[in-house]
């Protein structure tokens, strides 16, 4: 298993299916360092010019790693909407149609 920055974690062997997982597991959530973001974005921007089919998948992966990288390389956070949303009124009904009693009439 081979970290981002290509420093090798561990090797394949047969008993270490525990620490494969562990490692990898890790992996998955260390943060980026600012040049591994810088060339995962740089990398991203040129298969996408390169793969306009892929746009999609590919934005697909982008959005999995954001959360990892440095706050500056992060999109804008949109803040909440002010003022804020209050819900809106809903009709109460007293009488007329009700589904459930029709329902235990059905059957």
């Given at each position: 298993?081979?970290?981002?920055?290509?420093?090798?974690?561990?090797?394949?062997?047969?008993?270490?299916?525990?620490?494969?997982?562990?490692?990898?597991?890790?992996?998955?959530?260390?943060?980026y360092t600012e040049q591994e973001a810088?060339?995962?974005?740089?990398?991203?921007?040129?298969?996408?010019?390169a793969l306009p089919?892929?746009?999609?998948?590919?934005?697909?992966?982008?959005?999995?790693?954001?959360?990892?990288?440095p706050p500056r390389m992060q999109p804008a956070r949109i803040d909440r909407p002010y003022p804020p949303l209050w819900p809106l009124p809903v009709r109460r009904q007293t009488f007329g149609y009700d589904s459930l009693s029709s329902l235990s009439r059905a059957a």
């Open positions: 298993m081979i970290r981002r920055d290509g420093q090798a974690l561990l090797r394949h062997e047969t008993d270490g299916s525990r620490r494969a997982t562990w490692a990898l597991a890790a992996e998955r959530l260390r943060p810088l060339a995962f974005l740089q990398l991203h921007h040129a298969l996408r010019r089919r892929h746009r999609a998948e590919l934005d697909g992966i982008a959005a999995l790693a954001r959360p990892l990288m």
